[in-house]
């Protein structure tokens, strides 16, 4: 049974304009967020996380949001790039440990 | 600058074929991860390990081992290839203690593909 979803399989936004992705979760037990990009035929790599404890952390043009009680978290992107198309993945880390969504494609449209 | 490299970035193998996936971290993490990534399953563990010839499985070790006989090192064994086993295989590391929030850095990935 998965424990992190995301359910938007793809987003498309204008170049400029704010990416929202969704991810929700199930385990109350989890203690960090974290969000990774990849491109294809790469790994994925680090982009921000947020500690169970806080309800925002903001990295430059990114920041991921987090409801406990909806257990629900979100990432902002805002101004979209051309550079941000790619996967992004929601991760929950429990006991070192992270359990990943399904993933969702953005594409930034000039 | 960190680095977790695998040996194969693509593979070709036959039904039936043992397959090794190697995976080197020059980080000394104690942790390492083999997942799998398939389209739109994202990211699914196989087997992981929280020290030298320790391992744990994953969420689907079924038709795989995993071998980790020195701390930077750690293998990927398909015993008798599938085609269902065709997929991104991506190798991780992280470390444990005081200030580690989980995050894994992974390799480039291994794209293994059974006939």
């Known amino acids: 049974d998965q424990q992190v979803k995301q359910n938007s399989p793809s987003l498309s936004v204008q170049e400029g304009r704010i990416s929202i992705l969704n991810c929700d979760y199930t385990n109350s037990m989890f203690d960090y967020f974290l969000w990774y990009k990849k491109y294809p035929a790469e790994g994925p790599t680090f982009l921000i996380s947020i500690s169970s404890i806080k309800d925002k952390n903001e990295d430059g043009r990114f920041t991921v949001f987090l409801n406990k009680s909806a257990k629900h978290l979100s990432l902002h992107i805002v101004p979209s790039q051309p550079g941000d198309s790619a996967v992004y993945f929601c991760?929950?880390?429990?006991?070192?440990?992270?359990?990943f969504g399904a993933g969702t494609t953005v594409t930034v449209r000039a | 600058d960190v680095k977790v490299t695998q040996s194969s970035r693509y593979l070709v193998k036959r039904t039936g074929e043992k397959v090794f996936l190697e995976c080197v971290q020059d980080?000394?993490?104690?942790?390492m991860f083999w997942y799998r990534q398939d389209p739109g399953l994202g990211l699914r563990l196989i087997y992981f390990s929280y020290d030298v010839k320790m391992k744990e499985k994953g969420d689907i070790p079924e038709g795989y081992s995993v071998s980790r006989e020195k701390k930077e090192r750690f293998s990927l064994i398909l015993e008798s290839a599938s085609t269902n086993q065709t997929s991104m295989y991506l190798c991780?590391?992280?470390?444990?203690?005081?200030?580690?929030?989980?995050?894994?850095?992974f390799g480039e990935g291994s794209r293994l593909t059974v006939l």
């Open positions: 991780a590391s992280s470390f444990s203690g005081v200030g580690s929030t989980g995050e894994l850095f």
């Open positions: 980080m000394d993490h104690e942790n």
């Open positions: 991760a929950a880390s429990a006991d070192y440990k992270l359990s």
